[in-house]
């Protein structure tokens, strides 16, 4: 399959971080066409499912257990996964395993995400967000906190959800970071979770 012009993942003047942890950001993830036509499919047929866990409340649901309409359903192929995996792993200068996890999450007026880190033994080793809305004010809250610590107020740097902008980060047990309140409109956020391929020993 070839990749259209408007579905490659752009990650556009990509500025790269090494501290508190690995993380890079974008100002423009997707072509303004994919990313307007995603958004309008998040908002008015995706299959949200509600998930309570103890630091979090929030919509989801993953790419790959759902029919995309034909005009998305190039984001699940082979060839695009495998895109984006070869942008994550130079961006980051790792070595990636094929497995990809996808999946969409919105929150919604008084939710949030508090302080963690993600950081499961054996599990994903970085991430990639892609925020997704009709514009964002400041007083909507939802800002995307990276953390210095597990301190709350140690906060390193906040990232407000503006339309089609993405963070990509390394998971460690460093890697602490937090979304704050939802006060006003809806906040979507697109996914890929990766798995770091390491070098067996001799």
């Known amino acids: 399959m070839r990749i259209a012009d408007k579905q490659v993942m752009e990650l556009a003047s990509t500025e790269v971080f090494l501290e508190p942890f690995s993380y ?17 499919w998040l908002e008015l047929d995706a299959p949200w499912k509600l998930v309570e866990t103890d630091f979090y409340e929030q919509y ?8 995309l309409p034909s005009q998305l359903a190039f984001l699940t192929s082979p060839e695009y996964l495998s895109e984006v995996k070869n942008r994550v792993e130079n961006l980051f200068s790792v070595k990636l395993d094929a497995r990809i996890d996808f ?4 929150l919604i007026p008084g ?10 033994p054996g599990c994903e080793t970085h991430r990639l967000l892609i925020q ?27 990232f407000r ?3 089609n902008s993405s963070v990509g980060f390394a998971i460690s047990p460093d890697s602490h970071h937090a979304v704050s309140t939802i006060h006003n409109s809806e906040r ?7 798995y770091q391929l390491y070098e067996q020993a001799s």
Request: net charge negative; proline share 5%.
């Open 24 to 40: 890079f950001v974008s100002p423009q993830a997707l072509s303004p066409e994919l990313s307007t036509e995603l958004l309008n």
């Open 60 to 67: 989801e649901f993953s790419f790959f257990d759902i029919k």
């Open 103 to 106: 999946n969409a999450h919105k």
């Open 111 to 120: 939710q949030r995400i508090r302080i963690h880190n993600d950081y499961i």
């Open 132 to 158: 997704l809305n009709r514009g964002w004010d400041d007083d909507n809250g939802g800002m995307l906190i990276f953390f210095n610590s597990q301190n709350p107020s140690d906060i390193h740097k906040i």
């Open 161 to 163: 959800p503006s339309h």
């Open 188 to 194: 979507y956020t697109v996914i890929f979770s990766f």
